[in-house]
């Protein structure tokens, strides 16, 4: 480049210099400093103790080599200083020259923040349209599940006022009857009276199911079964209604459960009366036939009929509450299959169903055995071990409460107080279980099942916190929580969920 | 002071907590502010490795971008270790992550490399799912962090000198 007059020459090495303030360090292959030229206070060094400044350039230029030239923008020095560092090798010697970046440094930085902060700013307002379409979602289902409750309710109360009326209209007439008639109407009028008042109890049996299952789960009441007494209980419920239709009833019995294998009779009475109940109301003609049996690991009830079967499209349907009309020319609540469906599921068990339109249908439910204190049994005693259960709680207290319930269900445990304690617990023991209260000092229990997760856990692992919200429970679960509890505890549920779990396990 | 110095770089996407998370390991200080960074900051940190060795950290942090430029190149001459920063609640930063260390192997030969993934404080907010860190354990050590708290921070760190202990 051709020189510029001197006297541009002068001014332009001026005001760069100002504006640049270089300082000059030269060293020798041994990083000895050997010369220093320029704005030493500027840059923050020390001319009599430049030892930091030699030191941070040193950090600077490890594994960079000294014989050629290197030119390293924008560096963060001692006191928020910033410089562009420059290294010039000189033979035996190199030279590291520092240029002020100050107020480059400035602008660059301002202009950047604008830029990070617009692409945070936009990051955060997809996120947060994404969740405001999430919650429209989330209320729009609510809206429809309010909705069809309402229509629920509707419907009961119109199916309510007519299923009371028929059977106490029947009722009132027998019972005018015998006023009038005396003993000659006696047999007839007793038979109606028992079917109709029969009727009505099954009626108020399943209405109070179903405010139960609307209200909360109802617990199970395990005990031994009298199935030869149950069986002719059954019998004489519905002998006189088959009668009464022509139909053939057969109830029986085969092989009775062993004693030690318990069960909800309440419950499963209320089962095969709306089975029975249903076959009967559903066959103009043929038979109805249940039987009841111990197949060796389940007690199965069949409920045949030769009625007026279920279309295959309708099947799914029969077990919603209020939908009669899924069987033509339906006379009752509606109530009695989902009832059916709910206290199968309750009592752990199954049910299946059968159906040709205008042959008949045939309801299957198989039972197992629930162990004591109200819990569906676990898995079988051959296949059972020894669970190891973490408990991941920073109150002793609760985390004694927990140890204890554990212990009553079999299981081996051991408390962690913290995340950390929790990640290498797990790391050396592989417990089937991980219990985590979500609200532990410093980062969240979350946290620690994220981890957990990440690092390959496979276990199963319960959440535990006193937040309610379907947030928090989407943020447990996306964690990788396999269940999530709320407090206080509701000790049936817990230990399903622990059952489970082990059974899983 | 120590005879051994190692140069690891920290590499990420702008706002992951580069700054803040060499804040924790050097000075165990946290600032809820954002401030970008600009070129670099160059810290240090002396660890003691099992042995007795002492092996000093010479820590660069470098502003933060989704993909390398030839300034950042520059920058990276001579590391022997990477720390890869990704923010949990950003699932793009943990690509741009990866996609940094493939960058960064044009520059550096085989580094030491770990990877952070940051504000664990932040979990239940978090877009990585757990099943996406158990898959890339399998190619490189992942730490999840919370520069804010500090979890994971310094064992990340540490981790990492011992990688490169001579």
């Given at each position: 480049m051709t020189l510029l007059p001197d006297a541009v020459e002068t001014y332009l090495n001026h005001l760069l210099r100002a504006r640049a303030r270089p300082l000059l360090l030269t060293f020798d292959a041994n990083w000895?400093?050997?010369?220093?030229?320029?704005?030493?206070?500027?840059?923050?060094?020390?001319?009599?103790?430049?030892?930091?400044?030699?030191?941070?350039?040193?950090?600077?230029?490890?594994?960079?080599?000294?014989?050629?030239?290197?030119?390293?923008?924008?560096?963060?020095?001692?006191?928020?200083?910033?410089?562009?560092?420059?290294?010039?090798?000189?033979?035996?010697?190199?030279?590291?020259?520092?240029?002020?970046?100050?107020?480059?440094?400035?602008?660059?930085?301002?202009?950047?923040?604008?830029?990070?902060?617009?692409?945070?700013?936009?990051?955060?307002?997809?996120?947060?349209?994404?969740?405001?379409?999430?919650?429209?979602?989330?209320?729009?289902?609510?809206?429809?599940?309010?909705?069809?409750?309402?229509?629920?309710?509707?419907?009961?109360?119109?199916?309510?006022?007519?299923?009371?009326?028929?059977?106490?209209?029947?009722?009132?007439?027998?019972?005018?009857?015998?006023?009038?008639?005396?003993?000659?109407?006696?047999?007839?009028?007793?038979?109606?009276?028992?079917?109709?008042?029969?009727?009505?109890?099954?009626?108020?049996?399943?209405?109070?199911?179903?405010?139960?299952?609307?209200?909360?789960?109802?617990?199970?009441?395990?005990?031994?079964?009298?199935?030869?007494?149950?069986?002719?209980?059954?019998?004489?419920?519905?002998?006189?209604?088959?009668?009464?239709?022509?139909?053939?009833?057969?109830?029986?019995?085969?092989?009775?459960?062993?004693?030690?294998?318990?069960?909800?009779?309440?419950?499963?009475?209320?089962?095969?009366?709306?089975?029975?109940?249903?076959?009967?109301?559903?066959?103009?003609?043929?038979?109805?036939?249940?039987?009841?049996?111990?197949?060796?690991?389940?007690?199965?009830?069949?409920?045949?009929?030769?009625?007026?079967?279920?279309?295959?499209?309708s099947r799914a349907k029969v077990f919603k509450p209020f939908n009669r009309g899924a069987q033509h020319g339906s006379r009752g609540a509606g109530l009695g299959l989902s009832i059916v469906k709910r206290l199968v599921e309750r009592m752990s068990g199954s049910i299946d169903l059968e159906s040709e339109l205008g042959q008949g249908s045939t309801f299957r439910v198989a039972l197992p055995a629930l162990a004591g204190a109200g819990m569906p049994q676990a898995a079988p005693a051959a296949n059972r071990r020894s669970l190891g259960a973490l408990i991941v709680d920073d109150d002793p207290d609760v985390a004694a409460l927990l140890d204890v319930l554990l212990g009553d269900l079999g299981m081996r445990t051991r408390v962690a107080s913290n995340v950390a304690a929790a990640l290498a617990a797990v790391a050396a023991e592989m417990p089937d279980l991980v219990l985590v209260d979500v609200e532990l000092p410093g980062i969240s229990g979350n946290a620690a099942v994220y981890q957990l997760r990440s690092q390959g856990y496979k276990g199963r692992i319960v959440t535990v916190s006193a937040n309610a919200t379907e947030s928090a429970r989407a943020a447990a679960l996306a964690a990788g929580a396999d269940h999530y509890l709320t407090k206080p505890l509701d000790f049936a549920q817990f230990a399903r969920v622990v059952q489970s779990a082990g059974a899983i396990s | 002071m120590s005879d051994i110095a190692r140069k690891v770089c920290m590499l990420g996407d702008f706002g992951v907590g580069k700054t803040s998370l060499v804040a924790r390991y050097v000075r165990n200080t946290f600032s809820e502010k954002y401030l970008t960074t600009v070129g670099v900051k160059v810290d240090s940190r002396v660890v003691a490795l099992p042995g007795g060795v002492d092996l000093k950290l010479v820590i660069w942090d470098i502003a933060g971008k989704a993909a390398l430029d030839s300034v950042n190149k520059n920058y990276l001459r001579g590391a022997s270790g990477l720390i890869l920063v990704a923010d949990g609640t950003r699932e793009a930063s943990l690509r741009a992550a990866l996609n940094l260390a493939m960058q960064a192997r044009d520059v550096i030969n085989e580094p030491a490399c770990v990877l952070f993934v940051n504000k664990l404080d932040l979990v239940d907010r978090w877009e990585v799912a757990p099943a996406v860190l158990e898959e890339i354990r399998r190619s490189i050590t992942v730490f999840e962090t919370s520069a804010l708290s500090g979890d994971g921070v310094e064992a990340g760190f540490d981790e990492l000198a011992r990688m490169l202990a001579p």
């Open positions: 000895q400093l050997v010369d220093l030229h320029g704005d030493t206070g500027h840059h923050g060094l020390d001319a009599e103790a430049p030892q930091a400044l030699v030191q941070q350039l040193q950090d600077l230029f490890l594994g960079l080599p000294h014989d050629q030239p290197q030119d390293l923008p924008f560096v963060e020095l001692a006191g928020g200083r910033h410089a562009h560092v420059h290294l010039v090798p000189d033979g035996d010697t190199f030279h590291l020259l520092l240029l002020d970046a100050g107020d480059e440094h400035g602008r660059t930085q301002a202009h950047q923040q604008l830029g990070n902060d617009a692409a945070l700013a936009g990051i955060e307002k997809s996120r947060t349209l994404a969740r405001l379409r999430q919650i429209k979602s989330e209320l729009e289902q609510q809206r429809a599940r309010l909705e069809e409750a309402n229509a629920l309710k509707n419907a009961l109360f119109a199916t309510l006022s007519h299923e009371f009326r028929t059977p106490l209209t029947s009722i009132f007439g027998y019972l005018h009857l015998l006023e009038r008639d005396g003993a000659s109407a006696r047999d007839q009028a007793l038979l109606a009276l028992r079917r109709n008042a029969s009727y009505l109890f099954a009626l108020a049996e399943n209405l109070l199911e179903y405010g139960r299952g609307e209200a909360g789960e109802s617990l199970l009441d395990p005990g031994a079964l009298d199935l030869a007494a149950l069986v002719a209980d059954l019998d004489a419920m519905f002998r006189p209604l088959a009668a009464e239709k022509g139909l053939a009833l057969v109830v029986d019995a085969g092989a009775a459960p062993p004693a030690e294998a318990l069960f909800d009779a309440v419950k499963l009475r209320q089962v095969a009366i709306n089975l029975l109940s249903n076959a009967l109301r559903y066959t103009p003609a043929g038979y109805v036939r249940a039987h009841l049996a111990w197949d060796g690991t389940r007690l199965v009830l069949e409920v045949r009929d030769t009625g007026l079967g279920i279309d295959a499209g | -």
